[in-house]
């Protein structure tokens, strides 16, 4: 799924100062729409920064309409494989909620986890799942739904819920040589993907040790708070008497799950894992004496799951998915892509990595600007490829005239570029994620350990030099003639 910048015209940067005012339009009409008006939903905001970004590019820097129209439709386009995986999860999230696979596993795990080690429990779970796919959207969208729903079961503080399913899920995106951007940071960088596995090493375990340790914390601080044995006991009762329950729908995330490990598309792995919901269901029905749901099930794959177990809390819980449920996160991400394509075509994006550039002095600033860089492109093109391509491109020549080695720059991308992601609620993995689990980025991100330590951590070497790799003067002169 990794995608590259569209090729820019020959016409000179834009100033920094001019290409400052779509930002800071952004961040003003952010500001108005979150903090002013409390809302979480800021697709209005995208298109009015895109609009003035246009009206920059077009007056002031006299760029075509139609080169504009270009950067948007490129940029677009390189949304639609995870446009079309949000359709997918949405009509998987439908499925499993009606065939009784999610419910099946919240009763699984209310039996198995204890309150006082459920987030240390749904990180490590969620480590394991995205390890093995490489996936943060598939691991997010199916064992993620399910520990949300057995931690708001529990009682505990869904936003913390959130937070340990997304560091789990982004562990596995950043160390999973399955992963999509752990096979592009390193092309980008122009490192292999061993060396760059290996020294990501150094980044990911002091944070993925310290989430833990933090949700084991967080975890005994919210014992005290969680659900009573009874109200846990009576969410059990409602799932057991209003779906059939069997070991059985182990076998539909078994099989997404095994699909996608052996890199299987994201795409026709989710359907099938649907499908085969459905068929196991059908089945079990069959053998059961019940009557088949053929016609439900087209329906909610649609229009969303609605449940009817007569438990207030189970059928909030429960009543979500369907393609119709993504639709506005799907709005959000082309809202998005508008305003990045702009500001990729007017090459007003590359005017201010470029400035950042300048203001390099040592290996830490060099570092350190990769990462701000990272983060930067996350929140403006609301795309993790974008803030892998672009610092990685424009960085890569500078890492080799300081001597520094190319897996430097590659752990960088991945320790800012991949985790920082669903910390935006704009861009397409904060978008998506917080469709999924039903919690706002706004509200889980600072309970998103690994992400937020990552850069850190990254940062910390950066000026220390720990694990800064540095090549000889010759090596880096040849590998600059093919930089």
């Given at each position: 799924?990794?995608q590259?910048?569209?090729?820019q015209?020959?016409?000179p940067?834009p100033?920094?100062?001019?290409s400052l005012l779509p930002v800071?339009?952004l961040?003003?009409?952010?500001f108005?729409n979150?903090i002013?008006l409390g809302?979480d939903?800021?697709?209005v905001?995208l298109i009015?920064a895109?609009m003035i970004?246009?009206v ?8 075509p309409w139609?080169e504009?129209e270009?950067g ?7 949304a639609?494989i ?6 997918a999860i949405?009509?998987?999230i ?5 065939s009784?696979?999610v419910?099946?596993l919240?009763?699984?795990g209310l ?5 006082s080690v459920?987030l240390l429990t749904?990180?490590?779970?969620c480590?394991?799942?995205s ?16 520990l949300?729903?057995?931690g ?12 340990a ?10 160390m ?5 951007t752990t ?5 980008m960088?122009?490192?292999?993907l ?8 150094w980044?990911?375990?002091p944070a993925?040790v310290l989430a833990?340790i933090g949700y ?5 601080r919210?014992t005290?708070?969680?659900a009573s044995?009874d109200q846990?006991q009576?969410v059990?009762a409602?799932?057991?008497s209003?779906?059939h329950?069997g070991?059985?729908l ?9 699909l996608?490990m052996f ?8 359907l099938?894992?649907?499908l085969?919901?459905?068929?196991v269901d059908?089945?079990a029905?069959?053998a ?10 087209f329906?909610?794959a649609?229009a969303g799951f ?5 438990h207030?809390v189970?059928?909030k819980l429960l ?7 993504m639709?506005?996160?799907?709005a959000l ?6 305003f990045?394509g702009?500001?990729t075509?007017s090459?007003?994006?590359e005017?201010?990595t470029?400035?950042l550039?300048?203001l390099v002095r040592?290996?830490g ?6 990462l701000?860089t990272?983060?930067g ?8 490829y974008?803030?892998?391509?672009l610092?990685?491109?424009?960085y890569?020549?500078?890492y080799l005239?300081r001597?520094?080695h190319p897996?430097?720059l590659?752990?960088?991308?991945e320790?800012?570029?991949?985790v920082?992601?669903p910390?935006?609620?704009?861009n397409?993995c904060?978008a998506?994620?917080?469709m ?13 350990f690994?992400?937020l ?12 030099g720990?694990?800064?790799?540095k090549i000889?003067?010759e090596?880096?002169?040849e590998r600059?003639?093919?930089?």
């Amino acid at each position: 799924m990794s995608q590259s910048a569209e090729p820019q015209p020959s016409r000179p940067l834009p100033p920094v100062l001019i290409s400052l005012l779509p930002v800071a339009a952004l961040i003003g009409l952010l500001f108005f729409n979150v903090i002013i008006l409390g809302s979480d939903r800021n697709h209005v905001p995208l298109i009015l920064a895109a609009m003035i970004t246009a009206v920059v590019a077009v007056l002031v820097l006299k760029v075509p309409w139609a080169e504009l129209e270009k950067g948007i439709v490129h940029a677009i386009q390189s949304a639609m494989i995870p446009i079309l995986i949000l359709m997918a999860i949405g009509i998987v999230i439908a499925a499993w909620m009606q065939s009784g696979v999610v419910p099946l596993l919240i009763v699984y795990g209310l039996d198995l986890i204890s309150p006082s080690v459920f987030l240390l429990t749904t990180c490590a779970v969620c480590c394991v799942v995205s390890l093995a796919t490489g996936s943060s959207w598939t691991t997010a969208g199916t064992v993620g739904v399910a520990l949300i729903g057995a931690g708001t079961t529990l009682g505990l503080d869904v936003a913390m819920v959130a937070g340990a399913v997304v560091s789990g899920s982004y562990f596995g995106d950043k160390m999973s040589p399955l992963s999509d951007t752990t096979n592009l940071a390193p092309a980008m960088a122009g490192a292999t993907l061993v060396e760059h596995i290996r020294h990501m090493v150094w980044t990911v375990t002091p944070a993925i040790v310290l989430a833990l340790i933090g949700y084991s914390i967080l975890g005994l601080r919210a014992t005290g708070e969680t659900a009573s044995l009874d109200q846990v006991q009576e969410v059990i009762a409602a799932l057991e008497s209003g779906f059939h329950l069997g070991p059985w729908l182990l076998i539909p995330p078994a099989l997404t799950l095994g699909l996608v490990m052996f890199r299987f598309p994201a795409v026709p792995a989710l359907l099938f894992g649907a499908l085969s919901a459905v068929i196991v269901d059908s089945v079990a029905s069959l053998a059961g004496g019940r009557d088949l749901a053929m016609a439900a099930y087209f329906q909610n794959a649609l229009a969303g799951f609605t449940s009817s177990t007569g438990h207030e809390v189970v059928d909030k819980l429960l009543s979500r998915g369907g393609m119709d449920g993504m639709m506005g996160t799907v709005a959000l991400v082309l809202c998005a892509m508008a305003f990045g394509g702009i500001m990729t075509a007017s090459r007003m994006l590359e005017s201010l990595t470029s400035g950042l550039l300048r203001l390099v002095r040592g290996t830490g600033s060099l570092i350190a600007t990769t990462l701000v860089t990272c983060l930067g492109v996350n929140v403006l093109t609301a795309d993790q490829y974008m803030a892998i391509v672009l610092p990685g491109r424009m960085y890569k020549v500078a890492y080799l005239k300081r001597g520094l080695h190319p897996k430097n720059l590659s752990r960088a991308l991945e320790d800012s570029g991949t985790v920082t992601s669903p910390l935006i609620p704009w861009n397409t993995c904060g978008a998506q994620m917080a469709m999924v689990l039903g919690v706002s980025a706004t509200l889980y991100w600072k309970f998103a350990f690994l992400n937020l330590l990552c850069p850190l951590v990254s940062l910390v070497y950066g000026f220390t030099g720990f694990t800064i790799t540095k090549i000889s003067p010759e090596e880096a002169a040849e590998r600059l003639k093919t930089a």
